[in-house]
């Protein structure tokens, strides 16, 4: 007498797999998103940090922030971060008077960041990000926390 082994998954088997496979694949998608926006975020964070210090080994050169502009070589050499790439964040550098400036970084639009809100950064260390924010309200109490 010959015996015939079952070879292979049913098709219920299957299909409770997959659906594993989908519930998994939904919770783990929005996480997994939200995980690549912030880290863009902090890495914009990061390099206006860098820009700070180049602002400042500036006014040591020159005597004020005067004449600095976010396209100098010497301090970012363009407007957009990262430089090669898909843009995520444009940077405006503003110098309002000798003595001070505002470092914006806004989300491109058709970027992962778009609707992220805006992250600001001024000379006296002030630092401002709220999700969804197009605007800066830098304080003293104000921080990249998103609070």
């Given at each position: 007498m010959v015996k015939h082994f079952k070879q292979g998954f049913t098709l219920i088997e299957i299909l409770i797999a997959v659906a594993i496979v989908g519930i998994l694949a939904v919770i783990a998608y929005p996480s997994y998103t939200q995980y690549v926006i912030k880290t863009k975020?902090?890495?914009a964070q990061s390099?206006?940090?860098e820009i700070s210090q180049k602002?400042?080994?500036y006014k040591a050169a020159n005597g004020n922030f005067t004449g600095a502009t976010i396209?100098?070589?010497n301090i970012y050499g363009s407007n957009t971060f990262p430089q090669t790439g898909d843009t995520t964040y444009t940077f405006t550098l503003n110098i309002p008077n000798a003595n001070s400036w505002?470092?914006?970084a806004e989300p491109a639009n058709s970027s992962t960041q778009d609707g992220n809100g805006w992250i600001c950064l001024n000379?006296?260390?002030q630092k401002y990000w709220v999700k969804g924010s197009t605007?800066?309200?830098l304080s003293a109490t104000s921080n990249w926390d998103g609070r």
């Open positions: 975020r902090v890495d390099k206006m940090m602002l400042i080994q396209t100098d070589n505002t470092l914006t000379n006296q260390g605007t800066c309200v």
